[in-house]
């Protein structure tokens, strides 16, 4: 007898609802403990959280600001995953998304009317990141090479190239030597709705909706689903491989590129090192939470936005060092995320001997 | 798409779950309110050095009003979080909050706007407000003398320094060390080298260790952990340290540090909020007050050496002259500020050259 994992054909919709339930109640029950170690009260900590995310319309809002950039990366990288192309780099094109902004924003801004350069500064953001994805889908198609290097390889290169800006050539002249660039001029904001959440909600909620269209109702989106599941098949049936896998990965990187871009317009509104906070590793969580459907990606990114928001009054209120908070966060994903295999595949139990593999 | 839906609608009732699942906290009716102060820092208070500093000032406010007041921090803060931090412990009722990078400046100025009701404490900035004021410390001066000590035990005449970032604040502080070691021994070069973080100990250790590659015998540092102090004892060289006394984490390899203590200007600030005479200004302490300083020296340094720095130490606390006095060149070996003139502080804060003697470049 012995037991095995078994491919799910069919997804079960009990299952499905069951898995993210048992596994938070795993979790609560994992940090609960941790937090009595610490001699806190748990539920004390885990109301002190909710409410520091969600607790007043401030704080909603500063768990959207959180959440923003973790939608339009989850989306980005969503895309790439659909495909099985491994696309981590979403740190590096959103911070040359970010880069791009602040170049258009403060070196070409005399040479664009006003009311043109937020809409360039976005469009520069997106273009960038597209640029940045590029490189490894065309080393990727035309080469064989393994994308998951390229990718994160060039998080690096993008992150040196910003803070060689930010240090060095574009460094405020006006800010006594201290690292940053100047502060955009006016017109290229991107303007605030509530506290401090930008129009980068709104795109990343409309971006949802489209891409929810496209991924289901086009044939971009069943090309999409083809490569992913069978690459031989999708050849056979006649889909231009490469070219779709390109086209699909320029998007993705646009979507972190826009993320960098209103970021920089929406937030500090110059480039300087708070742009770099890790968003594009924290999307590749939030797209495999959401199981790569586009409206689940919202909502993961806001759970994920809360969970660091949330964290700092386990700090606050609880006097925990900050790496409790972190490692809380950790134990709620693990059996979120070790629960999403058991929505894929079944466990089952063989009592047949001689198969050796299933 | 049905699966997308489910997904959507089951993280949300998560969401919500963990709300129900907490149930209501209980607030303690409080029968005097204690005067809350808050504290945001840039590292952590366990990394011996400059947040543990700021900690340990924070513990002193704590110990001279007890339960008259409340203090709370949140440690590992970056400027992208500033924000979220200041308004939330705006909203919990703080009523001084002190913030402990220079990143913080552009988002405690615009605090400081919305909440003119809390006095915010900015340190190593410049921007002032009718409700925000600004401190540092004149740690220059107490580099100076750090510098003598390892201007007099180099032996190869090449000391190493592991600098954070390049800003006019770790310039100032490796100009006036190695001013300080040229007192005592004018071949000596400082090599830097820029690490581009406040606080990474795998990446301070690195830099540390390629300075003693390249034949320097003694460390110096501007970090904000006691790393580059452990590679030299390592690998059997001499370090100063820096923001703590880090002798008494690492050992007597550490010939000395230059220290900051804000215990005073905590205690002052916050006993000012409370009586409501608090005033902005820009505060910035020296040798005299206490807020910098010289650590004990390791038994290793001789007497002499202690001598030389006591006589510069007088000097400079009498007035009667300060680091930064001409003849001051530069790398190039142009006189910036020539004999019988001195920098003034407006030109000190925005130092961004280096001295003749210091290997290495600003960009």
């Given at each position: 007898m012995r037991l095995?994992?078994?491919?799910?054909?069919?997804?079960?919709?009990?299952?499905?609802?069951?898995?993210p339930i048992i596994s938070l109640v795993i979790s609560l029950?994992?940090?609960?403990?941790?937090?009595?170690?610490?001699?806190v009260n748990p539920l004390a900590t885990f109301s002190a959280m909710f409410n520091g995310a969600f607790g007043s319309s401030q704080n909603f809002a500063e768990t959207l600001v959180k959440a923003v950039p973790l939608m339009l990366t989850g989306l980005g990288v969503s895309i790439a995953f659909r495909l099985r192309f491994w696309n981590i780099g979403a740190e590096g094109q959103l911070v040359l998304g970010g880069v791009a902004a602040t170049w258009v924003a403060l070196f070409a801004s005399p040479y664009i009317p006003a009311f043109l350069l937020l809409p360039s500064v976005l469009l520069a953001g997106a273009l960038a990141g597209a640029a940045w994805a590029g490189v490894p889908a065309l080393l990727k198609t035309r080469l064989q090479v393994d994308e998951t290097l390229t990718t994160l390889m060039l998080n690096y290169v993008a992150i040196l190239i910003a803070e060689g800006l930010f240090y060095g050539a574009w460094r405020d002249p006006g800010g006594m030597g201290f690292p940053g660039t100047a502060r955009f001029p006016q017109a290229a904001w991107l303007p605030r709705i509530y506290g401090r959440v930008h129009y980068g909600l709104v795109f990343?909620?409309?971006?949802?909706?489209?891409?929810?269209?496209?991924?289901?109702?086009?044939?971009?989106?069943?090309?999409?689903?083809?490569?992913?599941?069978?690459?031989?098949?999708?050849?056979y049936l006649g889909v231009n491989i490469k070219r779709t896998i390109l086209v699909s990965i320029l998007i993705s990187g646009a979507f972190s590129g826009l993320a960098g871009a209103s970021e920089v317009a929406g937030l500090a509104r110059r480039l300087q090192e708070g742009l770099i906070q890790g968003y594009g590793y924290t999307a590749i969580i939030v797209a495999w939470m959401a199981q790569l459907n586009p409206f689940a990606s919202i909502a993961a990114a806001i759970l994920m936005a809360a969970l660091l928001v949330g964290g700092d009054q386990v700090q606050m209120m609880m006097r925990l060092p900050s790496a409790?908070?972190?490692?809380?966060?950790?134990?709620?994903?693990?059996?979120?995320?070790?629960?999403?295999?058991?929505?894929?595949?079944?466990?089952?139990?063989?009592?047949?001997?001689?198969?050796?593999?299933? | 798409m049905k699966k997308g839906i489910t997904v959507f609608l089951v993280l949300l009732v998560l969401a919500s779950g963990i709300a129900m699942a907490a149930g209501r906290q209980d607030t303690a009716p409080a029968e005097e309110e204690p005067f809350k102060v808050a504290f945001i820092y840039v590292g952590s208070p366990v990394d011996y050095g400059w947040t543990f500093e700021h900690d340990m000032a924070r513990k002193a406010v704590e110990a001279e009003f007890g339960d008259a007041v409340e203090t709370a921090?949140?440690?590992?803060?970056?400027?992208?979080?500033?924000?979220?931090?200041?308004?939330?412990?705006?909203?919990?009722?703080?009523?001084?909050?002190?913030?402990?990078?220079?990143?913080?400046?552009?988002?405690?100025?615009?605090?400081a706007e919305e909440y003119p009701d809390i006095y915010f404490e900015h340190c190593s900035g410049y921007q002032l407000g009718p409700n925000k004021a600004n401190y540092f410390g004149r740690m220059y001066q107490a580099r100076y003398l750090s510098g003598i000590a390892a201007g007099a035990m180099t032996e190869t005449d090449q000391i190493g320094y592991v600098a954070a970032f390049p800003i006019p604040e770790v310039i100032r502080g490796i100009n006036a060390f190695t001013l300080g070691a040229q007192k005592v021994n004018p071949n000596v070069q400082v090599r830097v080298v820029w690490t581009n973080t406040w606080f990474d100990p795998a990446r301070e250790r690195e830099a540390a260790e390629s300075l003693l590659d390249a034949g320097v015998d003694i460390i110096a540092q501007h970090?904000?952990?006691?790393?580059?102090?452990?590679?030299?004892?390592?690998?059997?060289?001499?370090?100063?340290?820096?923001?703590?006394?880090?002798?008494?984490?690492?050992?007597?390899?550490?010939?000395?540090?230059?220290?900051?203590?804000?215990?005073?200007?905590?205690?002052?600030?916050?006993?000012?909020?409370?009586?409501g005479t608090w005033e902005s200004g820009a505060y910035w302490g020296n040798l005299d007050d206490?807020?910098?300083?010289?650590?004990?020296?390791?038994?290793?340094?001789?007497?002499?050496?202690?001598?030389?720095?006591?006589?510069?130490?007088?000097?400079?606390?009498s007035g009667a002259w300060d680091v930064f006095h001409g003849p001051v060149r530069n790398q190039q070996g142009e006189v910036l500020v020539p004999a019988g003139t001195a920098m003034t502080d407006a030109e000190m804060l925005g130092m961004i050259f280096f001295v003749e003697g210091v290997v290495g470049r600003i960009d």
């Open positions: 095995y994992f078994e491919k799910r054909k069919t997804s079960s919709k009990i299952v499905l609802i069951c898995v029950i994992l940090t609960g403990f941790l937090l009595l170690v610490f001699g990343a909620l409309i971006l949802a909706v489209v891409l929810w269209f496209f991924i289901y109702h086009t044939k971009w989106g069943f090309e999409l689903h083809m490569i992913g599941k069978n690459r031989t098949a999708a050849n409790v908070g972190l490692v809380m966060q950790g134990m709620i994903l693990f059996p979120l995320l070790a629960g999403s295999l058991f929505s894929e595949y079944r466990l089952r139990i063989s009592r047949t001997r001689g198969e050796e593999t299933p | 921090y949140v440690e590992n803060v970056t400027v992208g979080d500033v924000s979220r931090i200041l308004n939330q412990f705006a909203q919990q009722g703080y009523q001084i909050v002190f913030g402990n990078s220079f990143g913080y400046m552009d988002y405690m100025a615009e605090a970090q904000d952990t006691t790393e580059p102090q452990r590679a030299a004892q390592d690998r059997g060289a001499y370090s100063v340290g820096y923001h703590s006394d880090m002798r008494s984490f690492v050992g007597d390899s550490v010939l000395s540090s230059a220290v900051w203590d804000f215990s005073n200007y905590y205690i002052d600030r916050v006993r000012a909020a409370m009586d206490g807020v910098v300083g010289l650590a004990e020296f390791s038994p290793l340094v001789s007497q002499d050496v202690r001598d030389i720095v006591a006589q510069e130490k007088e000097k400079i606390i």
